[in-house]
T-cell receptor, first 114, second 111 residues
């Protein structure tokens, strides 16, 4: 199993540009989520999904969109990038039944918005 | 707002010493988890303690949970240079699937 994969690893954007951060998992996990990590702030939840076709907002959703058309994929879209979105983005997944506890993280995407 | 808050923010110890960090949270939980993050990497799950458990061990890790005080502690015994990392607590709330993370404790183990 590849676990949770994220692409790209690093991206530079100009203010106003849009882009999609990709996330995929091959563990058949129902729950997937996106976090951003900023210095001294820990991880803050952006959006999450409990299954295909179901998404919901987390703590800091503004400026981001998500969709969940398949169990495996959970892309995060930045509609119009702003310097405040410079951060490291982590995708994660976990089961929602049985042994739901452990959350698996991807390696992260470092985003710089100029 | 974040559910968990770790204390201290940073910790520097000598190799071989023990490291203790604490986590406080606000709402009812199913379980509390601890994760480690090495610099520039993703988070790795270390240990989970359920709400009906008070103490749990895994190798050199010892976790305690006091639900009456809404607090947990992580003890790393006989620390090694490889334990240098940031440690985060995460709470699994009763009423949803979201894991909420604290700001973390940065541990530096000096050789």
């Amino acid at each position: 199993n590849a676990g949770v994969t994220q692409t790209p690893k690093f991206q530079v954007l100009k203010t106003g540009q849009s882009m999609t951060l990709q996330c995929a998992q091959d563990m058949n996990h129902e729950y997937m989520s996106w976090y951003r990590q900023d210095p001294g702030m820990g991880l803050r939840l952006i959006h999450y999904s409990v299954g295909a076709g179901i998404t919901d907002q987390g703590e800091v959703p503004n400026g981001y969109n998500v969709s969940r058309s398949t169990t495996e994929d959970f892309p995060l879209r930045l509609l119009s990038a702003a310097p405040s979105q410079t951060s490291v983005y982590f995708c994660a997944s976990r089961r929602t039944s049985g042994g739901r506890e452990t959350q698996y993280f991807g390696p992260g995407t470092r985003l710089l918005v100029l | 707002s974040q559910q968990g808050e770790e204390d201290p923010q940073a910790l520097s110890i000598q190799e071989g010493e023990n490291a203790t960090m604490n986590c406080s949270y606000k709402t009812s939980i199913n379980n509390l988890q601890w994760y480690r993050q090495n610099s520039g990497r993703g988070l790795v799950h270390l240990i989970l303690i359920r709400s009906n458990e008070r103490e749990k061990h895994s190798g050199r890790l010892r976790v305690t949970l006091d639900t009456s005080k809404k607090s947990s502690s992580l003890l790393i015994t006989a620390s090694r240079a490889a334990d240098t990392a940031s440690y985060f607590c995460a709470t699994d709330a009763v009423d949803d699937y979201k894991l909420s993370f604290g700001a973390g404790t940065t541990v530096t183990v000096r050789a």
